[in-house]
């Protein structure tokens, strides 16, 4: 049985009517009827009033397309007008890890890579195959 998400507020009568007026008369708002204006409103009203709960910010680092040759790494810091951040590529070699942000072998995206723990399964594991990786160790 599917559930309704609405839920019905009883209203003055000559409020409804003010407001109905208002809509006839002001199609320019972009109101279709009295539940689209009473919806905008009490919106209106809970946002003045603290009433939402701000939306959680994003993470400044987040990894994706983890593989045995490396991470990619989203810089939320490094975001411009046309992009939500930059994506460095965090690179394991034989000889070492390497930032291709920054052209390093340290800096804040390998320390970041390094505490997310399924990285760290990597880097272990590459580091037990003689791998020159850095310590996934505090």
Request: proline letters at 6%.
């Amino acid at each position: 049985m599917p559930v309704n998400k609405y839920r019905g507020i009883s209203l003055h009568k000559d409020l409804v009517g003010t407001i109905e007026e208002y809509i006839k008369t002001h199609p320019e708002m972009g109101y279709k009827s009295l539940a689209d204006f009473a919806t905008d409103a009490i919106r209106e009203k809970c946002e003045k009033l603290g009433i939402f709960l701000p939306k959680p910010a994003l993470p400044v680092y987040e990894h994706f397309n983890l593989s045995e040759s490396g991470v990619r790494v989203l810089d939320r810091t490094l975001a411009n007008k046309s992009s939500s951040g930059k994506v460095i590529d965090i690179y394991f070699k034989p000889e070492g890890i390497w930032c291709s942000h920054c052209q390093a072998d340290t800096c804040r995206h390998i320390d970041f890579a390094l505490r997310v723990p399924s990285i760290q399964e990597i880097v272990v594991k590459k580091r037990r195959e003689g791998w020159k990786l850095p310590s996934t160790e505090e």
